[in-house]
């Protein structure tokens, strides 16, 4: 009795809205994983008519070429997830080195640092990724490195505002007094003490990362042919929409159901790390 | 008093003329990252080394960047925006006719936009915890999750092919009707309002709410007045600077949204010029569309700072 009761009694401290977001995320992170294994047809085949509605057979119908809608989401699942996980663990990696560097070291670097991240951010990262696409080769390195570095400038500003105040705490005195270097401070001293405001933002970082991502391919810009994720999806069928062929409204739905549910699991993380500081909001 | 005022406006629209040519730099530093040039990509991968050489001379590629740099901005300062690569087309007459197209589409969004969003965001307050304002947070929620193609094809499905009672491509010609202007970009000003509005609603909302926790609203509460008299009355004239800046800043969210919102709308617009010519890699005209986004872009948010200033007397006064 006491065995079973334990997790029943952990459960319903979970909210609702978590719960679903969290399901949700699984079952994407699960789709995008184990793709080739549960689509039913692999990524290019062509298995009927164009555009033929939902059926028993094909779920979500086929696209404008005729491939089976569902397997393609699944794949696009993939492809998605993949690069906005790597945007999002390039822009985190550089954002934060650099925000902490600025922040340790100071003087002429946190300046010359500061202000041209100022500069990079009072551009929509829309527009002026538009102008850099414009000569870069279309390939998904590009594309990661793209969104990776524009993304870092948000990173860098709310890591470089929590190391400014870590830096000046007793313990990192202490550890510059015994002459650690500048890499123990920031690995050792301020990354551990500013791991929890950044672990919240990664969530948030992630869903502008699937956004921009899908922008970017729905303007052709992105992910090519044949390669699809979900935004090149909604641009391949978008045509049928005035037909009254809702094909595109599919991988558009899964975006956004994408982002909802990372959307309420971020939430949910970041109100219980508050309260169990004992802190806001409670 | 009025001087310092004055002072004050100049030295942020100053500051806003600076960030402005540094823009610029970064516009055209943007553009000249990679190897391969503007004659290789004119003539594509078979040209003869020749006939690179012959048009590189020809559009003054063998200058050093800077020289380059300076020629542009000269030609952009003087109205000069160059010609289009893939038409050869003069940048600047190509763009006007577009640029009224998309200030007309974002200006109705934001007649729109904006009271709606106030007003929302002031009932959000007043029925503060309450259904209502939970049902504005999830619609809120969702919408900054939307992707904005997601908002504008269910339009499209609904509106213009179930019901059908507005067009689902908006087609815009010169002399066109007022009436039949605004029917056409009926779904796009809407997808925009929609793309906007959730946050413009949740900042206003937060705006207020910062005011309502100061000593003379619970002084208000105390002696009985009712609660949307207090935000009649005593919150909201303070809360008006940060909701002006509040929607000054969405509005810039806007240059954002119509880049999209006119593609999926096949919009004749600024948005739509850009993503095309990104394609044709048609670098003159990303450049100059590129620097005027970024023009409205900074000009709005310096307009932002200078009715915060205006509007509340306290920043007036730096310490």
């Known amino acids: 009795m006491s065995v079973t009761a334990a997790p029943v009694r952990r459960l319903p401290r979970i909210p609702i809205g978590a719960a679903i977001g969290l399901v949700l995320t699984a079952l994407f992170f699960f789709a995008a994983i184990f793709a080739p294994l549960i689509a039913p047809h692999p990524l290019g085949e062509i298995v009927g008519d164009v555009w033929m509605p939902m059926s028993s057979e094909h779920w ?223 | 008093m009025g001087t310092s005022l004055l002072k004050l406006v100049a030295q942020r629209v100053a500051l806003g003329i600076l960030l402005l040519f540094a823009m610029s730099v970064l516009i055209f530093v943007g553009t000249q990252i990679l190897p391969g040039d503007v004659a290789q990509s004119i003539l594509g991968q078979q040209a003869t080394p020749e006939s690179l050489a012959n048009l590189r001379e020809q559009l003054g590629l063998n200058d050093p960047a800077y020289v380059r740099y300076f020629r542009w901005l000269g030609g952009v300062l003087t109205g000069d925006l160059g010609k289009a690569l893939s038409s050869g087309q003069d940048i600047a007459t190509s763009i006007r006719g577009r640029l009224w197209n998309t200030l007309f589409l974002a200006f109705w969004s934001a007649i729109v936009a904006i009271p709606l969003a106030v007003i929302l965001g002031l009932i959000a307050v007043r029925y503060r915890n309450g259904f209502i304002d939970k049902l504005i947070s999830g619609l809120a929620l969702a919408s900054t999750s939307f992707p904005e193609f997601f908002i504008g094809y269910l339009l499209v499905y609904f509106f213009a092919v179930k019901l059908q009672w507005f067009p689902g491509i908006s087609t815009v010609y010169d002399g066109m009707p007022f009436l039949e202007r605004m029917k056409a970009i009926a779904l796009p000003a809407t997808a925009l309002t929609l793309v906007v509005l959730a946050h413009m609603m949740r900042m206003t909302r937060a705006a207020i709410l910062n005011v309502m926790q100061s000593a003379y609203i619970e002084t208000a509460e105390l002696k009985g007045l009712r609660p949307i008299e207090i935000i009649r009355r005593h919150a909201f004239p303070n809360a008006i600077a940060p909701v002006i800046n509040v929607v000054m800043l969405n509005l810039a969210y806007l240059v954002v949204g119509v880049v999209v919102v006119e593609v999926i709308f096949v919009y004749p617009g600024m948005g739509q010029f850009l993503v095309d010519h990104v394609t044709k890699r048609d670098v003159p005209v990303v450049q100059a569309v590129g620097l005027i986004f970024a023009a409205v872009y900074i000009t709005l948010n310096i307009i932002a700072d200078v009715a915060a200033i205006v509007a509340n007397p306290r920043l007036r006064h730096p310490k």
């Open chain 1, 60 to 282: 979500f119908g086929t696209d404008n070429l005729g491939r089976d809608l569902l397997s393609r989401m699944i794949y696009g699942a993939r492809t998605t997830i993949f690069i906005a996980v790597l945007a999002t663990a390039l822009s985190f990696t550089l954002g934060s080195i650099l925000g902490f560097t600025a922040a340790v070291v100071g003087g002429w670097f946190d300046m010359l640092m500061s202000r041209f991240v100022d500069l990079l951010m009072s551009i929509p990262t829309l527009i002026f990724a538009l102008v850099v696409l414009s000569v870069l080769p279309s390939n998904l390195i590009t594309l990661i490195m793209v969104m990776g570095i524009l993304d870092s400038t948000r990173v860098y500003r709310l890591s470089r505002a929590v190391a400014v105040d870590i830096n000046v705490m007793d313990f990192v005195e202490a550890a510059k007094l015994r002459g650690e270097g500048r890499a123990w401070i920031i690995f050792r001293e301020i990354l551990p003490n500013a791991l929890s405001p950044l672990v919240s933002e990664l969530g948030l970082r992630f869903i502008y990362a699937v956004l921009f991502l899908s922008s970017l391919s729905f303007l052709g810009l992105g992910v090519q042919p044949p390669e699809a994720d979900w935004g090149g999806m909604v641009k391949e069928n978008k045509d049928g929409i005035v037909f009254g062929i809702a094909a595109a409204l599919i991988p558009a739905a899964a975006i956004a159901a994408l982002a909802i549910s990372v959307n309420l699991v971020a939430d949910w993380v970041l109100n219980r790390t508050t309260s169990l500081k004992g802190g806001r909001g409670g």
